[in-house]
């Protein structure tokens, strides 16, 4: 957490903000197991960031552990209402590793 909070001043203070989603989705990954609402928290703050940047990758990633906290939570309709806009974004041919993971959870949500 002190390395989240080094990097997220960082942010602050350069103004470099590029990464600024991924500093929110990771602090939810950080918290999760023992504060999952705080982890919603978390990836909801990263997903508004990604997508106000355009950031597809970061909003992707945000949105698979987002997809992941709500499937664990029986959330199943949510976790696919939040992966499928950011899919569709990405072309069939694409395969990288978060790609391959985001459609596999997105298949076993169906």
Request: glycine residues 2%; negative net charge; without cysteine.
């Amino acid at each position: 957490m002190e390395l989240l909070a080094q990097a997220e001043a960082h942010v602050h203070d350069s103004g470099e903000r590029w990464y600024e989603a991924e500093l929110h989705r990771l602090r939810g990954v950080v918290v999760q197991s023992r504060e999952p609402r705080t982890a919603e928290a978390h990836f909801r703050q990263a997903l508004d960031v990604a997508r106000a940047q355009g950031a597809k990758l970061w909003e992707l990633r945000a949105s698979v552990d987002l997809a992941t906290l709500w499937r664990q939570e029986k959330k199943h309709a949510a976790a696919r209402d939040v992966l499928q806009p950011v899919l569709s974004w990405f072309a069939d041919d694409v395969d990288a590793a978060d790609l391959r993971a985001a459609r596999e959870l997105y298949a076993r949500l169906a």
